[in-house]
């Protein structure tokens, strides 16, 4: 263990990946059963840019910010976030997870929900004090919902609630946040609000990646795309990639070659 | 935009209120961080409540031990008898029943997360997945030539199958196409079988008597030893202990484990704590409260708790202390009446306290929302009366000046006509209103405003017609559909937000008189010249 550590660290003082790379994703596979999700992505983000994951539903959007989180077992390829393995910089990472993965009748405050952002700052064995509290009472006051801070979280809209989460993420002032659908159902004021947030957070230097699907807005929010149909149909400065072609690419016509080459390994029973 | 529909209106009206006064709001939040929040004063405060709440638990359940008491024939109790019992003045009493709250207690709190982790059945199938350890445990004592009876390692024999059971429940669980409801109902049942028939066996072979045995399946405090009493408080004890010590992991592992395991946990071990902790439980659970009930002990405090609280703290201090009576309670009248099963008496306390909780509880008690429900109902019903008057008097009568004087008699069938009332709906909304003294009801069977009342009305007419405008001007709603938006929010609009709006609409509305209606108002068309605008 110690020792592959440091032999990852001395590829990074050859500069095979540069740690000054927010996300270095290499020939990513990740398969649930037999078929595969995610297929031979590679990437690398650009630091301080504010990156839109775009792509039609099950295009492995989700998964592919899991895989590089370790949240789920990856087939092959290797992640590299500020130049290590995610498990050495995730002190360095805000994950905003989809709304729905939890369950919102929890007996939980806002405040409790963002204070849990601090936990491993916190560390085991020692409780949440006030400092900690007043950190995450600056979060929401971030996102815009402070005067909530005491209710429980399912008295709260679906654009508070989603605000309470990305404010659960601010409070770890990371480097690079990952978010799964932050826009997903809410109003205008709230995707307001989080497009405020991410300016800001693009402007101190931070590398955002949000799965997004309203199409319409890409070229306004974000200034990186990725088109996401199981692999990447394009990445790249917004203006020069988020173009008809490549749309058409990606929701448009059947990706034949892989539809075939996955099906024809479902029939003889390989897993990958 | 994606504003048109009206389901977010509150969001609306919350990005309105807050942005321009987000600076008092946020100062005002951070008082109540630092100080305790001012709480009104009531006489039924939550800890109030919650006492009362306790107690009348215990009374009530304490009503199917009296009627037992009378159907007993060894009950021929004297009031000494009962004191010595209810005092705990017997020491071994004393021992049995304060090992069993301790158990209580841990159960109470162990059953929150496993509540909240959704894993309150997984403890039952565990439970029942003891009963082949017991017997095996009990089999290879008296082969070892013992009498098959000591606690301890019948325990481990428990604990052992429990664990082999639970296993069995995830490795089932990893087969493809199979959910776990599945797992747990063939570990659970084969497990209970195997059980059951390895107990059969035992009582059919000779050697040592095996009576003892079947107190694991219901509970009997009374054949618990001081001893077994000591090793189940002092685990009952442990496992709290653990809780506090791990409590903000499990919390958010209960809560969010993608989040948990994005943050660096290891998912898979802190659930193995708590999967030990329910283990724990349920095994010195066994004799008290007996393998098919102990999974009762945990699952029903908790559900009773969460209906006081919304905060996971005190959620697991109510569950633990309610668990902590029942079972004091249940041995204890399991002292009594030793015949009584243990297990049972301690889960009917429990369901009594969950009765209770479930319709008086302070925070999703069903009385109280079906209070609350009840107010607001009265609330926009009177509301909706004063307006209709109101604007009964603006079609009708000249304004002098820009105030509309309260001169006429407003007829109660007009007032029928604006909205759609039935006739007794709107007498008792009248009486109502007469009995609070916004209303005059006249002989005529018109009705006049009070000078109260028709201030009142003024600024509900104004409310709602600033929180219209608001609609129309921001969020983009046809003009014809504004009157039954604004009808449902404007029943919970707070001065803060009104004069939020009051300051977006600037010039709409000034001196606090209500600007004209947005839209043409409905009236009755019995009236001559009534507007003649109604839609």
Not at chain 1, 84 to 106: C, I, K, L, N, T
Not at chain 1, 241 to 249: A, D, G, S
Not at chain 2, 76 to 89: C, K
Not at chain 2, 169 to 179: C, F, H, M, S, T
């Amino acid at each position: 263990m110690n020792q592959s550590r440091a032999q990852e660290q001395l590829q990074v003082a050859n500069g095979e990946v540069d740690s000054n790379l927010p996300l270095s994703v290499y020939d990513l596979t990740v398969a649930y059963y037999r078929k595969p999700v995610v297929w031979d992505v590679s990437f690398d983000v650009p630091r301080g840019s504010l990156v839109g994951i775009v792509g039609p539903n099950g295009a492995g959007k989700s998964t592919l910010l899991k895989a590089v989180m370790d949240l789920i077992p990856r087939t092959s390829g290797r992640i590299r976030v500020f130049g290590q393995s995610y498990a050495d910089s995730r002190h360095r990472v805000g994950y905003v997870p989809q709304r729905e993965s939890v369950d919102w009748d929890f007996p939980v405050s806002a405040l409790d929900v963002v204070a849990m952002g601090l936990y491993r700052q916190i560390g085991w064995l020692r409780p949440v004090r006030k400092v900690h509290l007043e950190r995450a009472l600056w979060a929401l006051e971030r996102v815009g919902i402070a005067d909530l801070a005491h209710r429980q979280i399912s008295q709260l809209s679906g654009g508070q609630q989603q605000r309470t989460f990305l404010a659960r993420a601010l409070v770890q002032d990371a480097d690079l946040y990952l978010m799964d659908e932050p826009f997903a159902a809410v109003d205008a004021a709230t995707e307001l609000a989080i497009v405020d947030v991410l300016r800001e957070l693009q402007s101190r230097g931070k590398t955002v990646l949000v799965i997004h699907h309203d199409l319409q807005s890409v070229s306004q929010y974000f200034d990186y795309v990725m088109l996401l149909n199981m692999r990447v149909v394009a990445f790249g400065p917004t203006a020069e990639v988020f173009i008809p072609e490549n749309l058409q690419k990606t929701y448009g016509g059947r990706l034949t070659l892989l539809e075939e080459a996955t099906e024809a390994m479902r029939q003889r029973g390989n897993t990958l | 935009m994606r504003l048109q529909n009206g389901i977010l209106q509150e969001e609306i009206l919350r990005s309105a209120s807050l942005r321009p006064v987000r600076s008092t709001l946020v100062k005002t939040a951070r008082v109540n961080t630092t100080k305790r929040v001012v709480v009104p004063k009531c006489c039924f405060t939550k800890v109030r409540c919650s006492i009362i709440g306790i107690f009348c638990g215990v009374l009530v359940s304490s009503f199917p031990f009296v009627a037992f008491a009378k159907n007993e024939p060894e009950a021929a109790l004297s009031v000494g008898d009962w004191w010595r019992v209810i005092s705990l003045a017997d020491y071994n009493t004393r021992v049995v029943v304060l090992g069993t709250a301790l158990l209580g207690f841990a159960a109470g709190v162990v059953g929150s997360f496993a509540l909240l982790r959704r894993r309150a059945l997984l403890g039952d199938a565990l439970s029942h997945a003891t009963l082949p350890g017991i017997g095996i445990a009990f089999l290879i004592q008296t082969l070892w030539g013992g009498d098959g009876k000591s606690m301890p390692v019948l325990l481990l024999g428990a604990a052992a199958s429990g664990i082999v059971g639970t296993f069995a429940i995830l490795g089932i669980n990893r087969l493809p196409r199979l959910k776990e409801d599945v797992a747990l109902g063939i570990v659970l049942s084969v497990f209970f079988g195997a059980g059951i028939s390895m107990l059969v066996m035992i009582q059919q072979m000779a050697t040592g008597h095996a009576a003892g045995l079947e107190a694991f399946i219901y509970g009997k405090t009374a054949s618990m030893l001081q001893r077994d009493s000591w090793l189940i408080g002092g685990a009952g004890v442990f496992v709290s202990l653990v809780a506090v010590v791990v409590f903000k992991e499990l919390k958010l592992l209960c809560f969010d484990e993608n989040f948990a395991s994005a943050q660096g946990y290891n998912k898979f071990a802190l659930d193995l704590i708590l999967m030990a902790m329910i283990v724990v439980v349920t095994i010195i659970g066994l004799q008290a409260v007996g393998l098919i009930l102990v999974i009762a002990l945990m699952v029903i405090p908790p559900a009773a708790a969460r209906f006081w609280t919304e905060q996971m703290v005190r959620m697991t201090w109510i569950a633990a202390l309610l668990g902590a009576v029942s079972a004091m309670i249940g041995s204890a009248a399991s002292a009594l009446f030793p015949r009584l099963p243990s297990g049972a008496t301690i889960v009917l306390v429990c369901s009594a306290f969950f009765l209770f909780s479930m319709f008086f509880g302070t925070s999703r008690g069903t009385l109280l929302r079906y209070w609350h429900r009840r107010q607001l109902r009265r609330r926009v019903g009177r509301q909706h009366l004063l307006r209709a008057m109101y604007e009964y008097l603006e079609l009708h009568i000249e304004a002098d000046g820009d105030l509309i004087p309260n001169t006429a008699g407003i007829p109660v069938l007009d007032i029928r006509e604006m909205r759609s009332w039935s006739i007794r709906q709107l007498q008792i909304e009248i009486r109502r209103a007469v009995a609070d003294g916004d209303v005059v009801s006249l002989p005529d069977k018109t009705l006049r405003f009070t000078n109260g009342g028709l201030v009142t009305a003024r600024r509900l007419a104004r409310e709602h017609r600033l929180w219209e405008l608001y609609l129309i001007t921001y969020a983009e709603i046809a003009t014809s559909k504004v009157d039954r938006d604004a009808d449902r929010i404007e029943h919970i609009l707070q001065p803060s937000m009104i004069a939020e709006l009051e300051r977006i609409l600037e010039g709409e509305s000034l001196q606090g008189l209500p600007p004209s209606s947005p839209h043409p108002l409905r009236s009755g068309p019995s009236i001559p010249g009534g507007g003649g605008v109604s839609p």
